[in-house]
């Protein structure tokens, strides 16, 4: 008797029905499991999509909403009343106690400078270090806060640091301003190589710089000591 050939076409549905039967068998077993699996994945992220528009977002809503009135009485030169608040409003300290990183990233930076105003430098350190904004100018600008409190803590070289932190993040005019607090810094430091070091380079990077006007001032008083 002649032997049968399957054909390609035969050989390819059997392999077919093959694994549609192994499929089958695989979800006949462990059928349950995934659909758990995809139901409780579906859960979370429906309760993720209700936490951030029923929680999250009104909670953010709030915390600018406080923030409106504390930002007038920074503008206008009133940073206890901006960090303590009224009997209506509250102030920055109790908006970021109240709702921690659901407030806008800004009012650690309205905290910080508002303590830096009233003489609490350690506690504007540690409000301005937990600043983390990606604008470039108000980081360099919380840097440089972070610099003159250390100088009002008479922590020069810590200072100093900061201020070419800030100089180096915001790579613009505004460093020339960063670089003459640093020379100044390393001159109450006693250190005036160093101080005429940032002297000479707002001089020479940042000519046109507003510092740079009077930046002679600083470097002859240091080279005529010598």
Known sequence: MAKVTKTEEEVRQQNMAEAVSKTEEFFKKYGNIIYGCIIAVLLIA?????????????????????????????????????????????????????????????????????????????????????????DPVMLARAQACIGDCYVELKDYATAIDYFTKAAKTTDNAFAAAYLLKAGIAAEAAGNKEQALSFYKEIKSQWAAAPEAMEIDKYINRIEIAE
């Open 46 to 134: 429906l309760a993720i999509l209700a936490y951030n528009r029923f929680i999250l977002q009104p909670k953010k809503q709030q915390a600018m909403d406080q923030m409106a009135r504390a930002e007038r009485w920074f503008d206008a030169g009133e940073y206890e009343l901006a960090l303590s608040g009224d009997n209506n409003d509250l102030g920055l300290e109790d908006i970021i106690a109240q709702y921690g990183s659901k407030a806008p990233e800004a009012v650690y930076m309205y905290a910080g400078v508002a303590k830096l105003h009233t003489g609490a430098y350690e506690e504007a350190i540690s409000y301005l270090k937990k600043y983390n904004g990606t």
